[in-house]
């Protein structure tokens, strides 16, 4: 989760934010030098007083002003193009969770297991632990192993949501009467937050996610357990 005065992205926990994190890296690196190179063009053009009679019209310089952007331009959209369709793989999942939005809460079912469901709440203020964490901690947490492809199937029951954790990368519309699928693969334990990330009405702030990831031993002893509950 961020931390205070954090000004990068959040690390990662699932190979898909690696790769998103190495595209804004890639991307900062080439506005850099586009900026730092407009700059200095703009400064020599403040400070000198001088003209030179042969670029009040040069073909050359013209060219090269077209076809530089177009070669700086192709070297950012193929790496997107590529991560845009690896985030849209979905590999063969071994579990697959649905997520369903409400007016302010979320409810999970897992759909590999029978009566398997609950709703998760925000935990409120006065209810919080004292480690917890104000407007991200939930009653109900959803637990999901990890090193394990995982599917969610994100829907609403009233009005859009939006389903993101940042540090897994992944983020899906919740929409009444359709179902949108993210896939992702977790690469480390921990407990990571989220919240719904589209304006739903007026406790929109007030409905997190956590998801907290497990080994898949600790995922299926939990499993049972709420089974047989």
């Avoid at 359709?178 to 977790?186: A, D, T, W």
């Avoid at 007030?206 to 995922?219: C, L, T």
Wanted: aromatic share 12%; net charge negative; with cysteine.
């Amino acid at each position: 989760m961020p931390t205070w005065s954090q000004l990068g992205l959040q690390d990662s926990a699932s190979p898909l934010m690696e790769q998103l994190i190495f595209f804004h890296d890639h991307a900062m690196v080439v506005l850099i030098l586009i900026t730092t190179l407009v700059g200095y063009m703009m400064a020599t053009l403040f400070f000198n007083t001088l003209t030179n009679r042969f670029l009040l019209e040069g073909q050359t310089i013209e060219i090269i002003w077209t076809v530089l952007p177009a070669i700086i331009l192709i070297f950012i959209a193929l790496p997107s193009l590529r991560l845009l369709y690896l985030l849209d793989e979905v590999n063969n999942p071994s579990i697959t969770l649905k997520a369903i939005g409400h007016q302010w809460y979320w409810s999970y079912e897992y759909s590999d297991f029978l009566q398997v469901e609950f709703d998760s709440y925000m935990l409120p203020t006065n209810e919080l632990p004292q480690d917890g964490f104000r407007l991200l901690d939930v009653d109900n947490r959803t637990v999901l192993p990890m090193n394990t492809q995982i599917r969610v199937l994100i829907t609403a029951a009233d009005v859009i949501h939006s389903w993101t954790i940042p540090a897994l990368g992944v983020k899906a519309d919740a929409i009444p009467g359709r179902l949108n699928q993210v896939s992702f693969l977790m690469n480390r334990p921990g407990l990571f937050y989220g919240q719904c990330s589209e304006i739903c009405g007026a406790n929109h702030s007030f409905m997190p996610i956590v998801i907290e990831s497990v080994s898949v031993d600790s995922f299926l002893n939990w499993i049972s357990s709420a089974s047989e509950a």
